[in-house]
């Protein structure tokens, strides 16, 4: 899978190019255009549901466009090193690339519930997508930086980290991160977004916007 973006910073949009019967696996709610032709299957309902996107004998290609308006980043695996992600930010990954929402770094971290990250691991391309522009905060050994969840795009599974309540009285929840802090500790990478989706949410609902406004 190569990856070609376009719209950047503001309304990215990812062309996944595919090889001959190459395979991705795709956020439906991101499907925007396929090349004549393309298999699009998709697999599961709600929020675990997936489009698997399959080239024909000629390959082909898929256009992504997120949901939320921002930028794009494109994280390769080595095969080493996994990667913690925002399942809200998740837009595609090669097929090479599996995607484990029960990994032991995410059952320690959660505490056993399911929570708002997925934990992606193996060889190949994942699309992100954040809600606004991207930070790229690189931490060195023993460096430390607290990052509220709604703005935490990603994280290499190097990096050391807590999940807390951002206030000693405040609603908190594990599914969605509201409430929530990251302590990390590096070294590793540690992807932002300037704009918390769950934030936005909420700003839209207390200012009395909705869907038919």
């Not at 090889?19 to 709610?29: G, I, N, R, S």
């Not at 995607?99 to 990250?117: D, I, K, T, Y």
């Not at 050994?141 to 405040?170: K, M, W, Y």
Request: include cysteine.
């Amino acid at each position: 899978m190569q990856v070609r973006t376009r719209h950047t910073p503001t309304f990215g949009v990812a062309r996944l190019v595919l090889a001959p019967d190459e395979m991705v696996l795709v956020d439906p709610l991101t499907l925007l255009a396929t090349s004549y032709g393309l298999s699009v299957d998709v697999k599961g309902t709600g929020t675990k549901a997936v489009a698997l996107c399959t080239a024909g004998a000629e390959g082909g290609w898929v256009d992504a466009a997120p949901v939320l308006p921002g930028d794009l980043h494109l994280v390769e695996l080595d095969g080493k090193t996994g990667w913690c992600v925002s399942r809200l930010g998740w837009v595609a990954s090669s097929s090479t690339v599996a995607m484990n929402p029960e990994a032991p770094v995410l059952q320690a971290l959660f505490g056993g519930v399911e929570g708002f990250l997925n934990y992606a691991h193996g060889q190949g391309g994942v699309v992100l997508a954040c809600c606004g522009a991207l930070d790229l905060v690189t931490l060195e050994a023993g460096e430390a930086v607290t990052i509220g969840s709604d703005h935490v795009l990603a994280f290499a599974d190097t990096v050391q980290c807590r999940l807390r309540p951002s206030a000693a009285d405040g609603g908190q929840s594990i599914q969605t991160g509201e409430g929530l802090v990251f302590d990390f500790a590096g070294p590793g990478a540690v992807l932002t977004q300037t704009r918390g989706p769950r934030r936005l949410t909420t700003w839209l609902r207390a200012n009395g916007v909705s869907a038919r406004s």
